[in-house]
């Protein structure tokens, strides 16, 4: 069984910036690595932004060039960077993963971005 808790939520202006964190019980694996996701009032579930084998990175369309997804490995974490944010990426921010071929998701953390 692995353990993710995410932290770092909170209310924050738009044009402010925020840092998640996902830590995880045991090593995030080299070759799946982590993703973070989120979740907006009353809408799907989408991908946020993924770091996967030797550190390579995907991102949402809507939040490339704000958003900064990184690892560190002797920590067991994955942070998100968020920069520029706007009301649209209000959300329950989910940090995944997959070990041993299942599927873990943390609780979530609330970013509100509003003035």
């Known amino acids: 069984q692995v353990q993710l808790v995410e932290s770092g939520g909170g209310l924050v202006q738009p044009g402010g910036s925020l840092r998640l964190s996902c830590t995880a019980s045991e090593p995030f694996s080299d070759v799946y690595g982590a993703t973070w996701y989120r979740q907006p009032p009353g809408k799907e579930r989408e991908l946020v932004a993924t770091?996967?084998?030797?550190?390579?990175?995907h991102y949402a369309e809507s939040v490339k060039g704000r958003f900064a997804i990184s690892r560190d490995k002797a920590k067991n974490s994955v942070y998100l960077q968020m920069n520029s944010l706007k009301p649209e990426d209000t959300a329950v921010y989910l940090c995944?993963?997959?070990?041993?071929?299942?599927?873990?998701w943390g609780q979530g953390t609330q970013v509100t971005v509003s003035s």
């Open positions: 995944t993963t997959v070990k041993r071929g299942v599927r873990y």
């Open positions: 770091i996967s084998y030797a550190d390579i990175t």
